[in-house]
């Protein structure tokens, strides 16, 4: 298995504009979770769903995040409209079983100028 | 504060010596989980200890657990310059469905 896939690896946006994160997990997985790290802040669980429902979302910012999972292997994280301050690396992971080993994407390293 | 506060913050060592990273946490765990991340990466799974069990070792890693005390820690055994990065702890708490990562020590090893 090619392990946990993000795209894009790297996205410099505008401050206002949207902005659109995908994450593959592992074939199989039924849990994926949504992180954000920043210096300030660390590590964030942002969200994660079981079998494509989300089950907690009460990390999620505010109301310009959204994130949804259309079928098992697919997830997108949407940002709108964006802020600097939302500038950060979003991580993508996922698990087979609750509370087990999480595998982790390279990443995503959202600029917004 | 956080589940899984990691200790120290930051940790700089000579190759060859040997690496002590401890963590503690707040609520009840199914277990405990160690993770490193290399700069500009994903986090990686390195070991897995249960509630019941009171260490394990993987390698050169060593983990010890104690429940009474709510505290976990990373041995890391005859370091390498390849080992410097990043070492969070991560805890089920509550035996809920997801991972509470703590802040992370910053390990840097010297050639």
């Known amino acids: 298995d090619a392990g946990v896939i993000q795209s894009p690896r790297h996205e410099v946006t505008e401050m206002g504009q949207e902005v659109t994160l995908r994450c593959k997990p592992i074939s199989g997985h039924d849990y994926l979770f949504w992180y954000r790290q920043t210096m300030m802040r660390g590590l964030e669980l942002l969200i994660y769903?079981?079998?494509?429902?989300?089950?907690?979302d009460s990390g999620m910012p505010e109301d310009r995040f959204s994130a949804k999972m259309p079928n098992a292997s697919f997830s997108t994280l949407k940002i709108q409209p964006s802020e600097p301050r939302d500038s950060a690396v979003y991580f993508c992971?996922?698990?087979?079983?609750?509370?087990?080993?999480?595998?982790f994407g390279p990443g995503t390293r959202l600029l917004v100028l | 504060s956080q589940q899984g506060e990691e200790d120290p913050q930051a940790l700089s060592i000579q190759e060859g010596e040997n690496a002590t990273m401890n963590c503690s946490y707040k609520?009840?765990?199914?277990?405990l989980q160690w993770y490193r991340q290399n700069s500009g990466r994903g986090l990686v799974h390195l070991i897995l200890i249960r509630s019941n069990e009171r260490e394990k070792h993987s390698g050169r890693l060593r983990v010890t657990l104690d429940t009474s005390k709510k505290s976990s820690s990373l041995l890391i055994t005859a370091s390498r310059a390849a080992d410097t990065a990043s070492y969070f702890c991560a805890t089920d708490e509550n035996a809920g469905n997801m991972l509470t990562f703590g802040g992370g020590t910053r390990l840097m090893v010297k050639p």
């Open positions: 992971a996922s698990s087979l079983g609750a509370g087990k080993t999480q595998y």
């Open positions: 609520t009840s765990i199914n277990n």
């Open positions: 769903f079981n079998n494509n429902v989300p089950i907690d």
